[in-house]
């Protein structure tokens, strides 16, 4: 088993900045896909941008290119840069794992999931 432990959520005003992070444990021997996710009120959860071991090849979605940017250190913490933060980007933000080597948006193929952070942003 993983475990995922994302941090860094808030409140902060539309143009500013917040970085989240994702903590894993456990069994995290192997290569893994680590993936960001987020979810607004009434709406699906949504890819945002995924990274793979290493932070070799990133992936992200098109409503965040250019401002959100991830990466992953080798102590097992993979990270969100969020810029330029709208109202739009107001949800619950995931952090996500999957075995493997190749990037995914889909959200059933990750296998482990963190309890979310809330991100809030206000105009």
């Known amino acids: 088993q993983v475990q995922l432990v994302e941090s860094g959520g808030g409140l902060v005003q539309a143009g500013g900045s917040l970085r989240l992070a994702c903590a894993a444990s456990?069994?995290?021997?192997?290569?893994?896909?680590m993936g960001w996710f987020r979810q607004a009120p009434g709406k699906e959860r949504e890819f945002v941008a995924a990274?793979?071991?290493?932070?070799?090849?990133t992936a992200y979605a098109d409503s965040v290119k250019g401002r959100f940017t991830i990466s992953r250190d080798n102590a097992n913490t993979m990270y969100l840069q969020m810029n330029s933060l709208k109202p739009e980007d107001t949800a619950v933000y995931y952090c996500?794992?999957?075995?493997?080597?190749?990037?995914?948006?889909?959200?059933?193929?990750?296998?482990?999931w963190g309890q979310g952070t809330q991100v809030t942003v206000s105009s």
């Open positions: 996500a794992a999957r075995r493997g080597y190749i990037t995914s948006a889909r959200a059933t193929t990750y296998d482990y």
């Open positions: 456990g069994r995290t021997f192997g290569a893994y896909v």
């Open positions: 990274v793979t071991e290493g932070g070799a090849s």
